[in-house]
């Protein structure tokens, strides 16, 4: 198989769940519907990507997104406005999909009751990324990688937000998400890391009573129930997000 290799300024975006370890703790019938939720929340966010933004790998309860910095500043201002649109998106259909798995539920198992305490942060970083690129995908490397994905792991208290590193607030430039808290991450192998958090989006937060039809409702139910039967009689595997997902993601608009 032939491999290309680039080494480029990169858009890095990381959509994490909080709350996922203990989420996934859940034990017997319960652990399935918890496979079953969190792939169905996780399919949202990704419905919402859009060209010029990719995904690079789908990591269980992460999306990794990335995109080419476009080298001329007219480009460069229109990634940083999609950019921000497309998180404000994932936030809202999280949210949606959330409640709307919350609203159909009728199992009293652990997972499903508690649905409404999963929650979503992002975190953004610019810097550079060498791509090696295996037919469709590009698998990103370099310590810019790196840290975006150590920055999951930081000091933020709260369990939902948007984080940019300093090269990714000077990039993007946000706007319309609110007052900041600017912070210091630091990592023994990094060093200091100049952060600025954001709440999340006001669309998320208007996301919470979604109009489902009974139809969907009742979909809702029939996929859990059908689901958790079938992987109890070994005739099919938990549900898992892979790169097929990501191929399935909608073209540009």
Same mark, same amino acid.
């Given at each position: 198989?032939? =491999? !290309? ?14 709350? +996922?370890?203990?989420? =996934? ?16 929340? =996780?399919? @949202? %966010? ?7 933004? !990719? ?10 997104? +990335? ?16 950019? !921000? ?6 936030? %809202? ?9 919350? @609203? @159909? ?5 652990? %997972? ?17 990324? @060498?791509? !090696? #690129? ?18 999951? $792991? ?31 991450? #630091? ?9 600025? =958090? ?7 937060? %208007? ?16 996929? $859990? ?29």
């Amino acid at each position: 198989m032939e =491999m !290309q290799y680039e080494d480029r300024e990169t858009l890095l975006i990381l959509c994490d769940i909080s709350g +996922y370890t203990r989420f =996934m703790s859940a034990s017997g019938h319960a652990r399935i519907h918890s496979y079953v939720v969190v792939t169905e929340l =996780m399919r @949202a %966010a990704l419905k919402e990507v859009r060209s010029p933004i !990719q995904v690079s790998k789908l990591e269980g309860d992460a999306l990794f997104l +990335y995109s080419w910095w476009p080298r001329t500043d007219r480009g460069d201002a229109e990634l940083a406005c999609h950019a !921000q649109e497309t998180v404000s998106r994932i936030f %809202a259909a999280f949210a949606s999909r959330r409640a709307m798995l919350a @609203a @159909a539920n009728v199992c009293p198992c652990e %997972a499903c009751c508690n649905v409404e305490g999963l929650e979503l942060k992002v975190v953004i970083h610019s810097g550079r990324a @060498a791509a !090696q #690129r295996i037919g469709r995908f590009h698998e990103l490397a370099g310590i810019d990688v790196i840290m975006a994905h150590r920055l999951l $792991k930081n000091s933020v208290e709260a369990s939902s937000y948007v984080l940019f590193t300093e090269t990714a607030w000077r990039a993007i430039q946000p706007s319309g998400l609110g007052d900041h808290t600017q912070g210091i991450e #630091r990592y023994e192998e990094l060093g200091d890391v100049a952060t600025y =958090m954001f709440a999340p989006p006001a669309e998320a937060a %208007a996301c919470t009573l979604p109009r489902a039809t009974v139809l969907q409702k009742a979909g809702d139910i029939l996929n $859990k129930i059908g689901r958790s039967r079938l992987m109890r009689m070994g005739l099919i595997r938990r549900p898992r997000l892979t790169n097929a997902d990501a191929l399935a993601a909608p073209a540009a608009k």
